[in-house]
């Protein structure tokens, strides 16, 4: 199975500032790769999919980018209401598909 | 709107068995396939099953192989997952989503606890 190393864990940060979270899958997934976030209490919530495309009505401070194996997603300037969890998920060809550990992002 | 409703979560002694639901609606549920993801309490997200549109390819993760069976009723506009053998460890909210995951319903929760 594909294995998902995501980092860091937790970051926390000031409004404004520019944060970013890391995705290494074990092998080669193409560009199959979403971001979700996720809010306490709630589903998640798909930002990014196929890596590097803004879901729609997502705000444009989310990006990701990134292929093969390493993924980046940047938020490019923390908002109080991006405070959540965010995933990483590969859906290279057939599952099972895995996702990341998470990164708490709260506000310093 | 796009939406996904689950039901059938509960307390279960472990052992024991239950049967959730996803209700679709807003979409034509017979052209995606299907998948069930779970989260157990402070831990991370994990892929359970997925089913293709017509049901006739289905995979599941190691965890539950041989003890959970997805389906789905096209006409019914549902999807469905039989949990049976539960144990502590299954214990988690149960979200289903549609195809690409770009649709989650709100989860219902499973305990599995004597």
């Known amino acids: 199975d594909i294995q998902m190393t995501q980092s860091p864990s937790s970051l926390s940060a000031s409004v404004g500032d520019r944060v970013t979270i890391t995705c290494q899958a074990s092998?080669?997934?193409?560009?199959?790769l979403n971001w979700y976030q996720q809010k306490p209490g709630k589903a998640p919530k798909l930002l990014i999919y196929?890596?590097?495309n803004l879901e729609t009505g997502v705000p444009s401070r989310f990006s990701g980018s990134g292929s093969g194996t390493d993924f980046t997603f940047t938020i490019s300037s923390l908002q109080p209401e991006d405070i959540a969890t965010y995933y990483c998920q590969q859906y290279d060809n057939l599952p099972p598909w895995t996702f990341g550990q998470g990164t708490k992002v709260e506000i310093k | 709107q796009v939406q996904l409703v689950e039901s059938g979560g509960g307390l279960v002694k472990p052992g024991g068995s239950l049967r959730l639901s996803c209700a679709a609606s807003g979409f034509t549920f017979s052209d995606y396939y299907m998948s069930w993801i779970r989260q157990a309490p402070g831990k991370g997200l994990e892929w359970v099953s997925y089913i293709s549109s017509s049901g006739s390819t289905i995979y599941y993760a190691d965890s539950v192989k041989g003890r959970f069976t997805i389906s789905r009723d096209n006409a019914k506009n549902s999807l469905y997952l039989q949990m049976n053998s539960l144990r502590a460890e299954d214990t988690a909210v149960y979200y289903c989503?549609?195809?690409?995951?770009?649709?989650w319903g709100q989860g219902t929760t499973v305990t599995v606890s004597s």
């Open positions: 092998q080669d997934i193409s560009n199959y």
């Open positions: 196929d890596a590097s």
């Open positions: 989503a549609k195809e690409s995951m770009d649709v």
